[in-house]
Every structure is written in structure tokens, then in C-alpha cells.
Nanobody
Framework: QVHMVESGGGLAQAGGSLRLSCTVS????????MAWYRQAPGKQRELVAA???????NYGDSVKGRFTISRDTAKNTVYLQMNSLKPEDTAVYYC???????????????WGQGTQVTVSS
């Protein structure tokens, strides 16, 4: 079994900050990329930020310079620091991990349950 627990969502005012975290636990053999996606009502899910196991990062254009992804490999945890929040950042944020189960060779994507972020103007 693999468990992904997200936390840190909530309500913030425009210009404010929030920090999301996502911890992966269970019978894990290895984790490659950990990422955050978001989905606003009526829109497709989009990449917010991603970090590889080697530390390479990739950000969506709309969050560059405002959001920072980080990762604690020992704790199998990924964080998303969100600063200078805007109302258009309002969405459900999903954690994603590309991982392989213990004693298996292949990597598959796993998703968290999502956490709501609401930014008021």
C-alpha cells in the first residue's frame, strides 16, 4: 500500500502565503519526480511545480517567481511554498509522485486526494 497525505491548504488573502506539504508512506522502493498540480473549476489540471530526485525543478509559467517547490528525500515529503498569492491561484492542489513499489522495477504515478486553496481578493 502507498499512502499520500496532503496538508496546508486553506484560505488566504491576495498577496498572502500558504505552504503545502505532501508525505508519501508505505511500501516504497523509490521515488523519482514529486510534483504539484492544480485544477480550478471548469479547467484542466495543470502542472504547478515539479522536482526530480536529483533536484531539478520545473514550474508552470503562471507561478514562476512566486512559488517554490522543495523536497525532503529522507521523509518522502514535498513542499510547495506559495507567496504573492492571487485569486487566480484558487484551485484544488494535488500532490503527484512517480514511484515504484518495494520489490518492483517499474515507476507509476500516484496522486494525493487534493487540498483546496482559496485566495480572496
Amino acid at each position: 500500500q502507498v499512502h499520500m497525505v496532503e496538508s496546508g491548504g486553506g484560505l488566504a488573502q491576495a498577496g498572502g502565503s500558504l505552504r503545502l506539504s505532501c508525505t508519501v508512506s508505505g511500501s516504497i522502493g523509490g521515488i523519482n519526480v514529486m510534483a504539484w498540480y492544480r485544477q480550478a473549476p471548469g479547467k484542466q489540471r495543470e502542472l504547478v511545480a515539479a522536482m526530480s530526485s536529483s533536484g531539478d525543478t520545473n514550474y508552470g509559467d503562471s507561478v514562476k517567481g512566486r512559488f517554490t517547490i522543495s523536497r525532503d528525500t529522507a521523509k518522502n515529503t514535498v513542499y510547495l511554498q506559495m507567496n504573492s498569492l492571487k485569486p487566480e491561484d484558487t484551485a484544488v492542489y494535488y500532490c503527484n509522485a512517480e514511484l515504484r513499489r518495494d520489490m518492483t522495477p517499474r515507476f507509476f504515478p500516484y496522486w494525493g486526494q487534493g487540498t483546496q486553496v482559496t485566495v480572496s481578493s
